[in-house]
């Protein structure tokens, strides 16, 4: 009966449910006809965050731009959009190569899906030893897929050095990623591989580019409202 009792303990201490659980991916309601933002739950220094990751449903199917925070939400994602749109995910852009962005895409690339990183995140994935794309992001230029288009915009170093954007010109709708801070947030988050001096600059340019944006997303926190690049700048100044 002891070596019964002890061998259970063993197992629930190995079971991933004993680890402590984020909450499950939650998909907001439609921001523009065919564009949708996800977010996914992960700890950092503690606490739990919520990241804001966006997909787009075209005619040849799911463009999921970023991965889930946790890999373990990664079939279950896919599942869940092929329930609620009866399309399949056919590709994956990462816009940095951090958990929150890039993550495993391993995952993707043994499905067959394709995925999607600028040469830059490629070489982090690379020397972290994780998966790299199957594809690069051709930057600024036009991708269009299935009735829909979208741009992927390098602006300068910021949060990382290969944060990218991504611009949806029909909708005025602009996925800022980890480069734009939300207006709910109190600092700079993690700044391990950011460029905080060349970041104001970076924002500048964003800010100049995209002033047609009727939303900007940030890559944490609330996502509604604007005031979202104002924020981050003032953050940055008080750096």
Known sequence: ??????FFIVSMLLSPFASAQVKDFVIEPPIKNNLYIYKTFGVFGGKEYSANSVYLITQKGVVLFDVPWEKVQYQSLMDTIKKRH???????FATHS?????GDLSFFNNKGIKTYATTKT?????KDGKATSTEIIKTGKPYKIGGEEFVVDFLGEGHTADNVVVWFPKYKVLDGGCL?????ATDLGNIKEANVEQWPKTMNKLKTKYSKATLIIPGHDEWKGGGHVEHTLELLNKK
């Not at 951090?98 to 890039?102: I, K, L």
């Not at 490629?122 to 690379?126: G, I, Q, V």
């Open 180 to 184: 734009v801070k939300s207006t709910s």
């Open 98 to 102: 951090h958990d929150d962005r890039a």
């Open 1 to 6: 009966m002891k070596k019964s009792i002890q």
């Open 86 to 92: 009866n399309l399949p995910v056919v590709a994956v």
């Open 122 to 126: 490629n070489e982090f994935l690379k």
